[in-house]
């Protein structure tokens, strides 16, 4: 069995290939995908080469984590029947080439406990369950804070900081201010304001989030804390973070690292989503064909117009 694959052989080239697929096995699924996001967190960090080393890191790779598909195919020990739509947070079943995350294919093989079904009704939409679960763990970090302290603060206006903000709203907290300093993606709030950091004067935030990836910031955030704050660590920092000790000590700051979403954080925004409470409209603004991966790719990390770039693998099953 095979499929067609985005291959990214090394740092800015991009491949449309055909690759052969690990034959399923009892526990697994074998998924059409419809359709998948780019990640302009993680992906762009493989597209350019300055993602950190860890276990599974090396070119070539199929990157994606945002799939959506249908199951064509299921192992006798499966949960998950043939004709199942289900979010697929990427697969390993490329042989040689690495899959990280491996959700970029128009078929794929997964293992059956990996997959989480998904309403219809979300369509495309699905393709952001990720990022939604992504921002969902920053605030809750898996349900297992004693009390959760709700941005009153968040940093950058791409789709993660709209989903922590409309999460926020959607909870009951208090809308809280988002900084963006691209006037065009300031644009697009619903129900809590954005504003560019020299317009805003407040200097008791009790939560800033920040999803900006600037590894330099954070001296002018804890400018903005309130005695006891907090500053959490919600986007992805390739060099080193480093703070001016003195004021953080003033202010008695803490600094936490959001880490990475876990299957729990997955099912409460499915949950959310599909009932209706949390908004995922308007958050994908471009479409591509994976035979033009390169274009779809350089669009998705280099046009500030761009929040989420999703590719439509239907015409390639």
């Known amino acids: 069995m095979k499929t067609m694959a985005i291959v990214l052989e ?46 599974g890191m090396g070119y070539p790779l199929v990157p994606g984590y945002e799939s959506v598909g249908r199951v064509v195919e299921a192992g006798p020990n499966a949960r ?3 004709g199942s739509r289900v979010f697929v947070p990427g697969a390993r079943c490329y042989g040689e080439v690495r899959g990280l995350f491996g959700g970029a294919a128009s078929k794929v093989v997964v293992a059956d406990s990996r997959v989480v079904p998904v309403s219809e009704s979300l369509g495309q939409e699905a393709v952001l369950l990720a990022l939604a679960a992504t921002a969902y763990h920053a605030v809750a970090v898996g349900g297992k804070r004693e009390k959760i302290v ?27 201010t988002v900084w963006e300093t691209n006037g065009r993606r ?43 704050g907090e500053v959490v660590l919600a986007g992805f920092y390739t060099d080193p973070i480093n703070f001016a000790f003195a004021p953080a000590f003033m202010r008695e700051a803490t600094f936490r690292c959001a880490a990475e979403w876990q299957r729990p954080d997955l099912l409460a925004v499915k949950e959310l989503t599909e009932s209706g409470r949390l908004s995922l409209d308007g958050l994908i603004t471009h479409h591509g064909d994976p035979m033009h991966a390169d274009s779809a790719y350089r669009t998705a990390f280099g046009d500030s117009d761009c929040l989420k770039m999703v590719l439509d693998w239907r015409s390639c099953q």
């Open 186 to 228: 300031a644009l697009g709030g619903d129900g809590y304001t954005v504003i560019h950091p020299d317009e805003d004067t407040r200097r008791d935030y009790r939560a800033i989030y920040d999803v900006s990836g600037d590894s330099q910031i954070l001296d002018r955030l804890v400018q903005r804390l309130a005695p006891g």
């Open 150 to 176: 709700p941005p009153d603060l968040i940093v950058g206006h791409g789709v993660l900081g709209r989903l922590l903000a409309r999460m926020t709203v959607v909870a009951g907290f208090a809308p809280p």
């Open 80 to 82: 998950h029947a043939v």
């Open 10 to 55: 090394e740092p800015e080239h991009i491949a449309f290939s055909s690759l052969d697929l690990t034959p399923p096995g009892a526990d697994d699924v074998v998924v059409d995908i419809e359709f998948s996001g780019i990640s302009t967190g993680t992906e762009k960090l493989l597209w350019n080469g300055r993602m950190p080393k860890f276990p």
